[in-house]
Every structure is written in structure tokens, then in C-alpha cells.
């Protein structure tokens, strides 16, 4: 079945540091891949998203490659700002079935 | 305009009884999905709908139950309430974008069973 596993957090990290979370992913057909953002207090929002492999999602500074042959769409920044801190999910979709990560919180200090 | 509305916003309910969340999607949206969202983890897939018709279907009891109306707004049903399903119920409402389908979350309903 399909599946999503991402790195266990909380992640803290100070401002303008790089950032990297693992996303790792089980399909079955051909899914699409994303990454959800969920600032304090807010709903889930869209961060990015790629389609097919080697397509790199990119916004807010934020990017991921979707790789074939590693089964995986990590989440990088250059320089993360306090305004990051959140809780970061990737997912996928095949077809009809939708998966979710279980989230990794990001907290950045100035 | 207008995001994704869900109601209500709180609901404590009681084992063994039934409850019903109300979603409304975006304006334009056909397409509406549940998701069960229990503190500390990422969202489960429950239902999708898409026109009227159930398109997809997380492993989920049949206790758990959708429709989706002709104005695409959505109602989820949940039987016999378990404490199990003390949970954040989120709706989401998609649009194909760029080959891939692109969800808008509403705020959620948390729904505690007591």
C-alpha cells in the first residue's frame, strides 16, 4: 500500500539556518507529492507540490525534488526565519488515495 | 473569497451516539475529501467526493459514513461513537492544478466523545 514516512522532530534550529526534512514514500501507482504547512493556530496550507520525478516544487523559499529512484521529497531551506516555526507534513496522492506524514514540528529562534 | 467552511467548530458527543459534520467547499470546487486528525499525527484519509459520487475511501469502519450535495458541500456521519474518535475532522476541497490535485483545507471540526 502507499505510505509516507518523515523524520521524526521537533526540529530547532536558529534563524538563517539550513534546513532539511526527510520525507521517504510507498506507492504503488505514479503519486503526486507534497508538502502541507501548518503555522500556529492556523489551518493546513499547500507549500509545494511536484508532480512527476525529478520535478522540483519550490515556495517561500522552500524546495523539494521528487526522486524516483530514492523514493523520497525532502524539504530544504536556505535560511530559515522565525515566521517558519510550524509543522511541517509531506503526502502523497495515487489516484484516489491520499497519505499524509506524521508531521515534523519546526521551531526557530532568532 | 471564501475558504472552506466547516461546522461546527466544537462538538462533545457521547459514546454510542451519532454525529454529523457539515463542509463547504470552495466556490468552483467539485471535488470534497475528510480527514481524521488525532493530536500529534498527520491527517487519514476518510472519504473523497467528487460530483456526487464517493471516488475514494481511507480504511475506515462503516460506522463512518459522507454525502455530497448538489451545491458540492458535504456532510460526514460517524455511528456509535467510540472515545477512539475524539479527533480533529478536517474537510478539504481540491482542484486539478498543474496535473495534480490541489486540497484547501477548512479550519476543522473537533469533535471530543466522552
Redesign the interface.
Known amino acids: 500500500g502507499n505510505s509516507v514516512t518523515q523524520m521524526e522532530g521537533p526540529v530547532t534550529l536558529s534563524e538563517e539556518a539550513f534546513l532539511t526534512i526527510n520525507c521517504t514514500y510507498t506507492a504503488t501507482g505514479y503519486p503526486s507529492l507534497f508538502w502541507y504547512v501548518q503555522y500556529p493556530g492556523e489551518g493546513l496550507q499547500l507549500l509545494l507540490k511536484a508532480t512527476k520525478a525529478d520535478d522540483k516544487g519550490s515556495n517561500k523559499g522552500f524546495e523539494a525534488t521528487y526522486r524516483k529512484e530514492t523514493t523520497s521529497f525532502h524539504l530544504e531551506k536556505g535560511s530559515v526565519q522565525v515566521s517558519d516555526s510550524a509543522v511541517y507534513f509531506c503526502a502523497l496522492r495515487d489516484n484516489n488515495d491520499m497519505r499524509f506524514g506524521a508531521g515534523t514540528r519546526l521551531t526557530v529562534k532568532p | 473569497d471564501a475558504g472552506v467552511t466547516q461546522s461546527p467548530t466544537h462538538l462533545i458527543k457521547t459514546r454510542g451516539q451519532h454525529v454529523t459534520l457539515r463542509c463547504s467547499p470552495i466556490s468552483g470546487h467539485k471535488s470534497v475529501?475528510w480527514?481524521q486528525q488525532v493530536l500529534?499525527?498527520?491527517?487519514?484519509?476518510i472519504f473523497?467526493y467528487y460530483e456526487k459520487e464517493e471516488?475514494?475511501r481511507?480504511n475506515f469502519p462503516d460506522r463512518f459514513s459522507a454525502r455530497q450535495f448538489p451545491n458540492y458541500s458535504s456532510e460526514l456521519n460517524v455511528n456509535a461513537l467510540l472515545l477512539g474518535d475524539s479527533a480533529l475532522y478536517?474537510c478539504?476541497s481540491s482542484v486539478l492544478r498543474?496535473?495534480?490535485?490541489?486540497?484547501?483545507?477548512?479550519?476543522?471540526t473537533r469533535l471530543t466523545v466522552t
Open positions: 475529501s480527514y500529534g499525527q498527520g491527517p487519514q484519509f473523497q471516488r475514494g481511507g478536517l478539504a498543474d496535473r495534480a490535485y490541489e486540497q484547501y483545507f477548512g479550519p476543522g
